[in-house]
Structure formats: structure tokens, C-alpha cells
């Protein structure tokens, strides 16, 4: 009795605690949902989001955990909570770590390395970006490789790694291009042409800078809401111009954008002052006099910029300005904003304008307080060059390497290369003999298993056989039963009836009313055992057979490959007029696929259903398998084996799978045309 409590008791804990965590995954799935509703304020969907965690957290399911965590932390990034950015990331690293999930993992050091480049720590940047890259590739994921190949060649380009970045950013290009023509992949193409543009400038190779620049405007004037980045193209084209001193043709592209200052105002309120410093400063190399109007540029350009608070483009029109007092030979004002430039380029870290501007203050400066600017210039400038030096022996050493190889490997063909012709004779026969072999025994196991395959439809056949046998006996032993009922027992019931009919002419009451109830019940007896007849006379059990073998199929190679299995089938099929071949090959697809989910898919479930759809017989299989790729997957035997059955009774099937989503099987037969 207390062992019948405890396990009541138990029951109930079990049934009350799946009911309660079903219903807080209902919850949690709600709150997502709030959370990523946009017409909602941010706040307001963080709040979501967080109740979302804590509450995913509470029933200890750690997939649910993550994907909570992983929607937090997007409202983080785009509510600009950086640090909190930073912290969910690591969680969400090592909680995807755990589960193995390598599509996690890939997305948590993506947005890690996201973070460290906001935070200008590049070294970080670029090691969190490597880890998703490669977790990428492993995936087979063009566009994230694409993206993350352009991450890491800006990175490369702050730290004036050129050459580096340069490749990183062709290798993006290649991945793009093999992308499907989108709004999105144009404008990362834009990216990546824009960016080779700004490497050549900085390789000093500007012709090919130019080429880049163009391409980039090209790209953005086929977008559909490329303005902004044709505006940038432009910009950049009329600075390479800048470069090469072809100094009208720049000022025509900088005053081409003075038109764009409404449209694009709101979206990047830098852009208008600096093109007017880019004009203003452009019109000074180019040697026009008119200085009131280029003073009034600079001086707009850098007030808009200050209040804006935006210290990149303040830095460039403070050394604009310099160096428009140095051309104007006004002292004073030059040394003003050289100091200004150099004070802000080392707040900032512009390595290029710190220079400029130590070399500006150390002409201005006397004395010492010169020297002191020069020799600062020189130590920044060793530091730069020694950086740089660096990544090109470390190129040059690879190189060298490289060319060593080929030596080695060119000294060794000659002395080996008798040696080197026998070595690969005797391989290519010991390939050609172990392919000769195990073709061998290929064909045997096939061989075999074609005869195993024949014996089994031998025993299907047999098995049908018997069947339609049984049901044929069944049926033959109704009727028989059918007819003695109606000839024998019923006829003798019938003349009992008409026998006590004609003593009812007897006098008397009693015996009037006593003849009469039995013949009551004579009828009675007699449309009871009429009932029998007919039914008897119906065969209920017709085309049943088949179903009956299809289900201990199915049960028992379940049982045998420790599978959940669930079978369902329509009542519309009359199985009598479905030819044997149909049948067959029916029972041979459903075999197939268990033995391939088995083999292959690691499943723990199928589902297996079979209906009638405007006069199509449709077998369905579905597991939660790991599914497979298709495309690479067709030339399997078993595959060709359950297409050639399709085939061969006129039917059609499809497979639909995803790595790690299991796969379906859809096969459809034609059922008029098989009662035909």
C-alpha cells in the first residue's frame, strides 16, 4: 500500500513539474516575442528580454538559456550598452562551448570581436574575429566569411598592415561574388572595393586607387539605396585626384557634393563640413587667392564639427587650417592650430596628422622647444617604419622559405628521379590492384544483396499469398455458414411457425394467447438469426492483410534500431485493387529508409504515414535525424535503389533535409490508374 502512495505521489511530482515547465517555456517564447517587437520602446523590449533570461534560467535548460541570452544581447548592441554587450557574449561563449554548438560559438566570438573594435582594441578584434572566421568556414557560411574577411582587412589597414588587409579584402570580393545580387551584398561589395581603394592610396599607388574608387560607384549607383555610398565613392575619387595634383578635377568632384548637404544631413551631419574643408584646402593647393571665402570654409567647417563634438573631422580642418596659415605665412595662427592638431591627434591616436603636426611645431618652435618636436617626429616615425618593417620580413621570410623549398625540391628530382619514377609505378599498381579488389568485393556484396533482396520479395509474395488464401477461406466459410443458417435452421424455424400458426384455430382463450406468444418469439428467433446471415454474408475484412504486414514491419525494425515510431494510415485505400508490384515496392521503400535512418541519420524517432490525395497513394517518412546534403547525397545506393522502385510504378519521390534537421521522404503513386 505505501509502495502504491509513493509511487502516486511520484507520478503526480512528475506530471505537475512537466505541466509547470511547459508552461514557462510558453512564457519565455512570449517575452522573446515582446522583445523583438520594434514599435515598442528599447527599454521597454530590454525588459522583455531580460525577464525572458531570468526565467529561462530558472528551469536550468541550457539551450533555452542561450537563445534568451543571445536575443538579450542584441538589444544590448542596439541600445549601445557596450558593457553589458561584452559580459552576455562571454556567457553565451562558454554556455555554447558546453553544448557544443558550433554555431553559437561562431556567433559569441563574432559579437566579441564586434565589441573590441567599437572599442578601437584591435588586437582583440582581430582574435575573436580569426576564431568565428574559421568556425565560419567550417560551417560553410559564404556571407559571414565574407563579412568577417572585410572585419579583419580594416583592421589591417589601421595597423598599416597593407599588404595583409589587401588580401583579406580580395578574399571577401571572391566570397560576394559567388552571392546571389541583394541590397546587402552590394553593399558589402561596396565595402570591401572602397576599402582596396584606400589601401592603394596608402601604398601610394594611386592609379589603381582610382580604379577602385570607380568600381566602388559603380557598385553603389546599381543599389537601390546607394546615394550615401556614391557620395563617399566621389569623395574618395576627388582625394586620389588630390593626390596626383590634378587639382581642378578634385575641386569638380568635392563641389559636386556641396549639392548632397540636405541629403544626407540628418543621416551623417559630419559629411557637409568635411567636403567644405576638403573644397577649401583643395583650392589652396591648386593656388587661388581667394582667401576670405577659403578662411570662411575652414572656419565654418571647423565650428560645425566642433559642436557636433566630432573629433576625426575636427582634427582634419585643424590641420587644414595650419597649413592654410603656413601657406598665408601668418605665424601665429599656424602655430595655434598646429598645437591644437597635435594635442587632438594624440587624444585621438591619427599617428599621420601627429606627424604632420610635429613637423609643423618643430619649424615654428626655437630652440630646444624645436628640437624637442623633431626628434619626437623621429621616434614615432622609426616606431612606424619598425612596425612596418616588421610585416614585410615576415612576408619576405616566407618568401625565402618558399624559394629555399623549390631548391631542395628541385635538387632532389634530379638526383631521384629514377627513383622517383619506380616509386610511383609501384604505388599506381598497388592502387590499381587494391581498387581491382575491392571493386571485387563490391560486386559480390551486391550480388548478394540483390539475392537477399529477391528472396525477400520471394517471401513477400508468399506472404501475400498466404494471406489472400486466408481471406479467400474466410470468406468461402461465411457464406457456407451464411447458407445453413438460411437453409437449415431458418427453414426449420419457419415450418415450427407455420405449424403453430395452423393449431391457432383451436378453442380457447388461454391457448389462443399461449401459441400466440411463442410464435412472437419464433419471430423473433427467426430475424435474429436473418441479422446473422447478413452480416455474416459481409466481408469486413477484406484488404486489411497489407496494412496488417506494413505495421509488424515497421514495429519490429523499430524495436530492432531502438526507434520511437509512429504509423498512421487512411481507411480510404482499398488495398484489394493495389497491384502486388505496388505493394511490394511500397514495403521495400518503407525497409529501405529505416535501414538508412538507422545507418546514417542517428535518429531517435520516425514517422511514417500513408494517405490517399486526389487519387495519389502518399507514403510519407520523416526523422529527426541529422539530416544530410542532398545535393551531395544522390548517388547513394540506397537512394538509387528507392528512386528505380518509384520509377517503376509510375511514381514520383522527393527528399527534403538539412544537416541537423532530419529529413523527409515524399513518395507519391498514382491510385486510379492502379485500379485500372
Not at 505495421?551 to 482499398?574: K, M, T
Request: proline letters at 1%.
Amino acid at each position: 500500500m505505501k509502495l502504491k502512495l509513493v509511487f502516486i505521489l511520484a507520478f503526480y511530482t512528475f506530471f505537475v513539474y512537466s505541466q509547470n515547465n511547459q508552461i514557462s517555456l510558453d512564457n519565455i517564447q512570449s517575452l522573446r516575442l515582446k522583445s523583438q517587437d520594434y514599435e515598442l520602446p528599447i527599454n521597454e523590449r530590454i525588459n522583455y528580454a531580460e525577464k525572458a533570461t531570468l526565467l529561462s534560467k530558472s528551469i536550468g535548460v541550457d539551450s533555452t538559456i542561450l537563445l534568451s541570452q543571445r536575443n538579450l544581447s542584441l538589444l544590448y548592441f542596439e541600445s549601445q550598452n557596450f558593457e553589458k554587450y561584452r559580459k552576455i557574449n562571454f556567457k553565451n561563449l562558454n554556455l555554447s562551448q558546453k553544448l557544443n554548438d558550433t554555431t553559437a560559438i561562431a556567433v559569441a566570438n563574432f559579437n566579441l570581436g564586434s565589441y573590441f573594435k567599437i572599442q578601437v582594441q584591435n588586437d582583440s578584434a582581430y582574435y575573436y574575429y580569426k576564431n568565428a572566421l574559421e568556425l565560419y568556414s567550417q560551417l560553410g557560411e559564404i556571407k559571414q566569411q565574407a563579412y568577417l574577411h572585410y572585419q579583419i582587412a580594416d583592421i589591417q589597414d589601421t595597423e598599416r598592415d597593407y599588404i595583409g588587409s589587401e588580401v583579406n579584402a580580395i578574399k571577401s570580393i571572391k566570397l560576394i561574388e559567388k552571392l546571389p545580387i541583394s541590397e546587402s551584398n552590394l553593399d558589402a561589395l561596396w565595402d570591401s572595393y572602397n576599402l582596396l581603394g584606400i589601401i592603394s592610396q596608402n601604398l601610394n599607388r594611386f592609379t589603381t586607387s582610382l580604379e577602385y574608387h570607380i568600381k566602388a560607384y559603380s557598385i553603389a549607383d546599381a543599389m537601390i539605396d546607394g546615394d550615401y555610398n556614391i557620395a563617399l565613392s566621389i569623395n574618395n575619387q576627388a582625394g586620389v585626384y588630390r593626390e596626383l595634383m590634378e587639382y581642378d578635377k578634385a575641386l569638380e568632384l568635392y563641389l559636386s557634393l556641396i549639392e548632397l548637404r540636405n541629403q544626407f544631413e540628418s543621416y551623417d551631419p559630419t559629411f557637409y563640413p568635411l567636403i567644405i574643408d576638403n573644397i577649401a584646402y583643395t583650392k589652396v593647393l591648386a593656388g587661388h587667392k581667394d582667401y576670405s571665402e577659403i578662411s570662411e570654409m575652414l572656419y565654418e567647417a571647423y565650428e560645425i564639427s566642433n559642436n557636433l563634438q566630432d573629433d576625426i573631422t575636427k582634427l582634419a580642418v585643424t590641420i587644414d587650417l595650419s597649413k592654410f596659415y603656413r601657406h598665408l605665412k601668418v605665424k601665429d595662427s599656424t602655430l595655434k592650430y598646429a598645437t591644437k592638431s597635435y594635442n587632438l591627434s594624440k587624444k585621438i591616436s591619427s599617428n599621420d596628422i601627429l606627424l604632420e603636426s610635429m613637423l609643423l611645431l618643430s619649424e615654428l618652435n626655437e630652440g630646444n622647444s624645436g628640437k624637442k618636436y623633431l626628434k619626437e617626429h623621429i621616434q614615432l616615425t622609426d616606431s612606424l617604419l619598425q612596425v612596418e618593417r616588421n610585416v614585410r620580413n615576415k612576408f619576405a621570410r616566407i618568401e625565402l622559405e618558399t624559394d629555399q623549398l623549390e631548391a631542395e625540391n628541385k635538387q632532389i628530382s634530379k638526383e631521384n628521379v629514377y627513383l622517383l619514377i619506380v616509386s610511383i609505378g609501384l604505388l599506381l599498381t598497388a592502387i590499381l590492384t587494391y581498387l581491382f579488389i575491392s571493386q571485387r568485393a563490391k560486386n559480390r556484396k551486391l550480388q548478394l544483396l540483390q539475392v537477399q533482396q529477391k528472396a525477400n520479395e520471394d517471401i513477400y509474395n508468399l506472404m501475400l499469398g498466404q494471406q489472400d488464401k486466408v481471406d479467400e477461406a474466410r470468406a468461402k466459410e461465411k457464406i457456407r455458414i451464411s447458407k445453413e443458417l438460411h437453409d437449415g435452421v431458418l427453414g426449420g424455424l419457419f415450418g415450427v411457425r407455420l405449424s403453430l400458426d395452423s393449431i391457432n384455430f383451436n378453442e380457447g382463450k388461454e391457448a389462443m394467447m399461449t401459441r400466440a406468444k411463442y410464435i412472437g418469439q419464433l419471430q423473433n428467433i427467426e430475424q435474429e438469426i436473418r441479422k446473422i446471415s447478413h452480416e455474416l454474408n459481409t466481408d469486413f475484412v477484406s484488404g486489411s492483410g497489407f496494412i496488417d504486414i506494413v505495421s509488424e514491419l515497421v514495429e519490429r525494425q523499430a524495436v530492432a534500431y531502438g526507434l520511437e515510431q509512429e504509423f498512421n494510415f487512411s481507411d480510404d485505400i482499398n488495398w484489394d485493387f493495389v497491384s502486388n508490384k505496388t505493394k511490394i515496392n511500397i514495403y521495400r521503400i518503407i525497409q529501405e529508409s529505416m535501414q538508412n535512418i538507422y545507418k546514417h541519420a542517428n535518429a531517435n524517432s520516425i514517422k511514417i504515414s500513408i494517405s490517399l490525395e486526389k487519387d495519389l497513394i502518399c507514403l510519407d517518412i520523416i526523422d529527426d535525424g541529422k539530416g544530410f546534403d542532398i545535393s551531395k547525397s544522390k548517388k547513394g545506393i540506397g537512394l538509387k535503389n528507392m528512386k528505380s522502385r518509384v520509377d517503376d510504378i509510375d511514381g514520383e519521390i522527393t527528399w527534403k533535409s538539412l544537416p541537423n534537421n532530419g529529413t523527409t521522404v515524399k513518395v507519391k503513386i498514382p491510385y486510379t490508374e492502379i485500379n485500372k
